[in-house]
């Protein structure tokens, strides 16, 4: 029903999980496609009552790729979920994401404690130079927090 599986990876109406195919940096959205997974004897990862498999009803069997989704940062839903191309869990999302993961997830928690989860200001250039300001501030918090610790470990 809401048009993507628990990870966050897109579903065509039938169960079956799209593939990433690539993303278009000038609109910032991810484009994915089912590349006709239904005819190839996959089974579907949702499985929905009431269809037939392989779906001979599916409206895409015509188009050359099949189904296509261009998702922005949103989906359809109006919910806001993080879209990946490798799916989580693999060992190839674990190589790509384990270390930067944790470094990401510590600036965005103190942007977000910061309210600058959604940028107060409009355009590139004002967005980077704001999220600058932010990371120093952030890196001079951190200093003053390991500086105070330090000075309390050795009894000064």
């Not at 065509?12 to 195919?21: D, H, K, S, T, V």
């Not at 490798?86 to 384990?98: M, S």
């Amino acid at each position: 029903m809401r048009g993507y599986d628990d990870k966050g990876r897109p579903i065509c109406p039938f169960g079956y999980a799209l593939q990433a195919n690539g993303f278009d940096f000038h609109r910032q959205r991810h484009k994915w496609a089912c590349f006709h997974t239904c005819t190839n004897d996959a089974a579907p990862v949702v499985p929905v009552a009431g269809a037939t498999y392989p779906p001979d009803e599916c409206p895409y069997l015509d188009h050359p790729y099949g189904q296509l989704i261009n998702l922005g940062e949103r989906f359809k839903d109006d919910s806001i979920r993080l879209v990946r191309d490798i799916p989580v869990g693999t060992p190839a999302w674990k190589r790509l994401y384990h270390r930067a993961r944790n470094a990401a997830e510590g600036r965005n928690s103190a942007f977000e404690s910061w309210h600058l989860k959604r940028l107060p200001v409009y355009g590139d250039l004002r967005g980077k130079a704001l999220t600058f300001q932010a990371d120093v501030w952030l890196n001079l918090t951190t200093l003053a927090r390991l500086v105070r610790e330090a000075t309390a470990a050795t009894g000064a």
